[in-house]
């Protein structure tokens, strides 16, 4: 039976906020309580507050989690660079900390001396950077530089030098936060594989701080949830994964109203902008299959000589995944001024899961001059029901209408084939 090799027993870190006092300030404040004015004092912030977990031999545990939700600090407790302010934490078995990769390096030294360096400072002994030294620089793609001073490196190829290092220690437990995104695309692979063969083949105890949530699921079978100090949720990774996907979900969506973006002439108002089902109730959620509608409500100061609208969806990251323009017909010649209705429908919404916006532009004549235009409007979530949004083979935002057949190998005649439609798109 595997047996815990990392336990925190009610763990909490506090730090004081604040700049740290001059002389003059000391003096100002010890003088303020000698006369019954003490300085008032802010409490400390609570960086962990009260977390209790186990982490078993050759588990690997991925933590996910907003930013202050603290995710790193945790793991700077576990790789005992600092204490915790109350509760114990029991570590077993040597740490190869992937922690602020590369803050170890010395920039008069060359790479060749900062190996040894920073092997040493891990624990590696020097016969066994010795006998990987040639694999370092191999992995790290720097054979051509070895000899050069690190001051003389980009960040980029400093932190491949760190990585190759703090990777090649033979350690029982490896704790990584945020680097597996370090260097160019291809090296970020190289990284990913090689972490990824540590927990496959060598059984390591593994802990993984990452944004890149599919990359959790992936690689982990349980993730912690954090939440300003306090674990949230511990499950397994899909479970996990998709809830803390859920409150993205729901914080995108509730500062929808600050992230607008409009430039306009003053000739026409967005005063409205709906989401409503196939029985025409509102909504925030799209299930993928269906045909939901978005109603626009257009406020016209002055007449819109031959107006065009611009309608699409974007990404919360300004990714533009669709647009469509109005066709002949849909608007007079001349638009009077007044309020109108325009209502888009989409036959068979073709997104999976994810968080998507509204973006509108309004142009006029036959120059198409542009009066309106508008980005991040009306927030809203897409679910896909034959999809987990975590998982990594899952990955993709639009489904297509597919038609798979199955058969022997031997068989040539269609009529052997066995047809099925893809079921969350019926034919």
Request: with cysteine; proline share 6%; hydrophobic share 40%.
């Amino acid at each position: 039976m595997p047996r815990p090799v990392i336990e925190l027993d009610h763990v909490s870190k506090e730090y004081r906020l604040g700049q740290v006092a001059s002389l003059k300030q000391t003096v100002m404040r010890g003088l303020g309580r000698l006369v019954g004015r003490p300085a008032p004092v802010r409490p400390p912030f609570r960086a962990l507050d009260d977390v209790s977990f186990t982490v078993d031999e050759g588990e690997v545990l991925g933590i996910i989690g907003h930013n202050g939700a603290g995710k790193s600090t945790l793991l700077k407790l576990l790789a005992n660079i600092t204490r915790p302010s109350h509760g114990a934490v029991r570590v077993r078995g040597r740490v190869a900390p992937l922690i602020e990769v590369g803050a170890g390096f010395v920039g008069d030294l060359t790479g060749r001396e900062n190996v040894y360096l920073n092997g040493t400072i891990l624990g590696m002994p020097r016969k066994l950077i010795d006998r990987k030294f040639d694999e370092i620089v191999a992995f790290a793609e720097m054979e051509a530089f070895i000899d050069t001073p690190v001051k003389r490196y980009s960040s980029g190829m400093q932190v491949k030098l760190a990585f190759s290092v703090a990777t090649s220690l033979e350690s029982d437990i490896l704790i990584i936060d945020e680097v597996l995104a370090v260097g160019d695309l291809a090296f970020q692979r190289k990284c990913f594989e090689r972490v990824e063969s540590q927990i496959k083949h060598e059984g390591r105890t593994v802990l993984i701080v990452s944004h890149n949530i599919r990359q959790v699921e992936r690689l982990c079978k349980r993730v912690l949830l954090l939440d300003h100090g306090r674990i949230l949720a511990d499950g397994p990774a899909p479970e996990i994964c998709n809830r803390f996907y859920a409150i993205n979900d729901e914080k995108v969506q509730a500062q929808s109203s600050e992230a607008k973006r409009v430039a306009s002439t003053g000739d026409v108002e967005l005063i409205g902008i709906r989401l409503t089902n196939d029985q025409g109730e509102d909504v925030s959620t799209v299930t993928e299959g269906t045909s939901p509608r978005f109603v626009l409500s257009l406020r016209v100061h002055r007449p819109l000589p031959r107006p065009l609208l611009v309608f699409g969806l974007h990404t919360i990251d300004f990714f533009y995944v669709w647009t469509t323009v109005s066709p002949p017909g849909t608007f007079p010649d001349t638009l009077p001024p007044g309020d109108h209705e325009v209502q888009i429908a989409i036959e068979r919404f073709p997104f999976n899961n994810g968080t998507f916006s509204v973006r509108v532009s309004i142009d006029i004549g036959d120059v198409l001059k542009n009066i309106f235009y508008a980005e991040s409007l009306l927030h809203f979530s897409a679910y896909s029901p034959t999809l987990n949004r975590a998982r990594s083979e899952a990955e993709g935002i639009i489904a297509l209408r597919t038609q798979w057949q199955t058969g022997s190998t031997r068989t040539t005649r269609p009529g052997n084939l066995r047809a099925a439609a893809h079921p969350a798109l019926p034919t």
